[in-house]
């Protein structure tokens, strides 16, 4: 009886293991292979590869519209994280700290942009900024600014998502002790509030940083003509040629957010906040 | 270190009166509790002391000074936290900095300040320490510390022991209470565990249901509660229901008729010390039948806590009494089932109307 517990305890651990790996497997395998075929010396895809180049990394550096999609995509990265950070900070404070009515509609409300198809916000943002164009008579829908605001609301779910799980381990006691020693609400809030979520704040702009770099589906109407993110640009290039430089492409945006999120790992455990 | 002064202090939430008329006076070096069962008010009471509630009506005085409406951070008042509420990003020195530097004291005189208070609480050599590094008992030492630091004009403790473990926990007590004397501190402390409480007050509150039941010494509360609650939450009492039939005369709905030591005619109850109730064997003529009481009865249980021995013992059919004896060599010590007498002298009994 006894061995048979044994053996089916290891059974249920073996198949475990086996499902996480291929989850796993499935996960990585499509990465594994872009990586792999960013190496193709072959102009067209097809293996085995007939050698080995790093010819398509240096072509990348040719083509003006791959670097002018990659600036533009991380300004409008940067700047629609940073706006995310100052208005998503304090919507997740407000949501952990204050009872009010309507509190879980709009914990939810805040969530939403990363549920709804990117398609459907995509045409939303558009309509709406067609519309602010007209009655405002200035120009909205297609400019940098009006790129930034679309993104914005694709960054702030993280970060409220992301602060709020880092609020709820935070001992509310802490802000009061602070008070007590002296220290008024502006004080306790940069000193002591703001450092033990910051593991959370680093997240979530991490998270909304990478979700505005690689978000094609709204920008794609938010463009301007001239004016293309690093998606739109692969998107264009794949119309007409399937090379190995879209994976080169690919494996230096990879290599960025890895690098990005390892860095962070390092000051602030990610596994403990996602 | 200043006198502390609470005026009618009242605090509602809607319909819900959280406390509803506490006045206390607090003399300057004074350590009062507030005593009382979760819900009772007290830690409501502190918050307002400390200002983090605001109270619906009352006043509270800081050494003669109107403080009801400051926000907390203008009121010079040291709070140790339940749960230390220790700074988990700052280090131990910085922690009990902190409040220093909101005063904006000189770098040299806080650094001098911060060692001076770190080595009261025997913790010299652990400022450069993370919160987390440290054992609960330490962490414990840092909230005090840091509550010191700022020396404040009255130090409050919510339940600063609770998240020790027992032993641990009368070692502290002790510190706390000499530290406490040393420095001539102001201090209140809230608890619900009557044994923290007696052995630290010189003055003790026990609070119920919103209001002060009764404000005194160690042994104002134990020989001469109050009410029915206070004589059951301060110590231990058995409560017989009955009746008194004219002062001095009791009896309980089992019918027993009982000599007890004044109470006005009505409905009441009758309280009785564990300890104060002798038991002996079924003898009629035996030691206890010199005492005012003296009635037969079953032992039903008998719980065993080494030096003690609680023994439960049945009177009638309504009527059930704890006698608490001392475990000695020899000394009687019936086993359940077993016919006994109980009695004690009718100033034992104390007798409260319902």
């Known amino acids: 009886m006894t061995s048979l517990a044994v053996i089916r305890r290891r059974a249920g651990r073996w198949a475990l293991n086996g499902a996480a790996g291929v989850a796993l497997a499935y996960i990585l395998l499509p990465l594994i292979f872009v990586v792999w075929l960013a190496f193709f010396r072959q102009e067209i895809p097809s293996f085995p590869p007939e050698g080995y180049s790093l010819k398509w990394f240096a072509a990348i550096l040719d083509q003006r519209k791959f670097v002018d999609g990659f600036s533009l995509s991380f300004r409008v990265g940067v700047l629609a994280t940073l ?85 709820a381990g935070v001992d509310r006691a802490i802000e009061e002790a602070a008070q007590n020693l002296g220290a008024n609400a502006w004080v306790t809030f940069w000193r002591i509030t703001l450092p033990s979520i910051r593991p959370g704040i680093v997240a979530g702009a991490l998270f909304g940083f990478v979700t505005s770099f690689g978000n094609l589906e709204m920008s794609l109407f938010l463009v301007g003509p001239g004016r293309t993110t690093l998606p739109i640009v692969i998107l264009q290039y794949l119309e007409w040629k399937i090379d190995p430089t879209i994976a080169a492409v690919s494996v230096v945006q990879i290599l960025l957010i890895g690098g990005a999120m390892l860095l962070t790992d390092r000051y602030v455990k990610l596994a403990r906040v996602v | 270190m200043a006198r502390l002064d609470i005026e009618n202090l009242v605090k509602r939430y809607g319909d819900f009166h959280a406390v509803r008329d506490v006045s206390l006076s607090i003399a300057d070096g004074e350590f009062l509790v507030l005593l009382g069962p979760s ?59 902190f409040g220093l530097e909101m005063r904006k004291i000189p770098r040299a005189d806080i650094e001098k300040r911060v060692e001076e208070v770190l080595a009261l609480v025997r913790l010299g050599g652990y400022g450069g320490r993370l919160p987390r590094q440290l054992s609960g008992g330490q962490q414990q030492r840092v909230a005090l510390a840091r509550a010191l630091a700022i020396r404040p004009d009255v130090l409050l403790l919510d339940e600063p022991l609770s998240n020790l473990d027992a032993k641990l926990r009368q070692e502290v007590r002790v510190e706390i209470r000499e530290l406490q004397r040393q420095l001539g501190l102001t201090t209140v402390m809230v ?57 001095g005369r009791f009896r309980s709905n089992g019918g027993l008729g009982l000599a007890c030591s004044g109470g006005m005619a009505g409905p009441g109850v009758l309280a009785l010390r564990p300890e104060r109730v002798e038991i002996g064997p079924p003898i009629p003529s035996g030691p206890l039948s010199g005492l005012d009481n003296c009635l037969p009865g079953t032992v039903e249980f008998v719980s065993y806590l080494g030096a003690l021995i609680d023994i439960h013992v049945r009177l009638s059919t309504t009527d059930r009494l704890v006698v608490q004896i001392a475990n000695r060599d020899g000394g009687f010590a019936p086993d359940v089932g077993q016919s006994v007498h109980v009695g004690w002298p009718a100033s034992a009994g104390q007798v409260f109307a319902e």
């Open chain 2, 191 to 247: 608890t619900h565990d009557q044994e923290e409480a007696l052995t630290m007050a010189d003055r003790l509150v026990v609070m119920n249901e919103g209001l002060v039941r009764q404000v005194g010494s160690q042994r104002d509360l134990y020989e001469r509660p109050a009410d029915r609650f206070v004589a059951g939450f301060v110590g231990r009492s058995t409560f017989l229901v009955g009746t008194v039939e004219a002062p």
């Open chain 2, 39 to 97: 819900g009772c008010g007290k830690t409501t009471t502190l918050r307002m002391v400390a200002g983090f509630i605001e109270p619906t009506a009352g006043r509270v005085l800081l050494g003669g000074q109107d403080v009801t409406l400051l926000p907390p951070w203008k009121r010079n008042a040291g709070m140790v936290f339940q749960s230390y509420a220790l700074f988990p990003h700052l280090t131990v020195a910085q922690n009990v900095a």
């Open chain 1, 83 to 167: 706006t995310g950070l100052v208005l998503g900070v304090p919507a997740a404070l407000c949501l952990v700290r204050y009872n009010f009515t309507l509190r879980g509609p709009l914990a939810n409300l805040l969530l939403m942009p990363v549920v709804v198809p990117g398609v459907v916000l995509g045409t939303a943002m558009y309509v709406f900024q067609v519309e602010v164009e007209n009655d405002l008579d200035v120009d909205v829908l297609g400019t940098f600014y009006a790129l930034v605001a679309g993104h914005v609301v694709i960054v702030i779910p993280w970060v409220v998502r992301l602060v709020t799980a880092s609020l």
